[in-house]
């Protein structure tokens, strides 16, 4: 799973950066040479569209969709796996409500040919496609999540669902930042050495 989380993200910081270039770009274009690439705008609209629902996911994974956890570690443990269930519950409605929502506004474009308001004129049914996969990939997730939370309440398995769904407190995300530390400590000393032992070599 996590990595799935890190592939998703270099994805998602890969458009981002690659967009903020051509807006740089675009800029100074316009900037020094009266220039426009004509479009950069565009683009930005359908990056941060795609690139909202794969965060969507991605924080669905890590556990990081907000949630208020003041009282929450507080409450007796049987009382904390309901409101768990519910979290769950309730993220698996909304992926599915964005879904039905989404559906709607493509089938729209479909009947209507619409086409982006920009000098390309895209047929607006290619990104709005994209967004919608990222959407389903999204519902689907916390479907799995909404399903599984259900059937380990029934089961009556209170302490794995509230391990699996309580909100992420400070104490473990400070621990995963510790161990990802570790670990990049650990590949650079590897790299580090590995670059000694072809410098002896040489």
Known sequence: MKRIEQMASMAFGGMFLLLSLLIAVETLLRKFFKISLQGVDELSGYALAVGATLAFTIALFGRAHM???IFHERLPKGLQSVLNWL?????????LFMVWVCVNVVLETLDYGSTSQTPWATPLIYPQSVWMAGLAVFALVALGYGLRASWLLAAGRHQTLNNEFNPKGVSEELKEELEDFAQRQQQQDQATAAQKLAGEGA
């Open 87 to 95: 979290s769950a519950l309730f993220m698996c409605g909304l992926g």
């Open 67 to 69: 949630r208020i956890d």
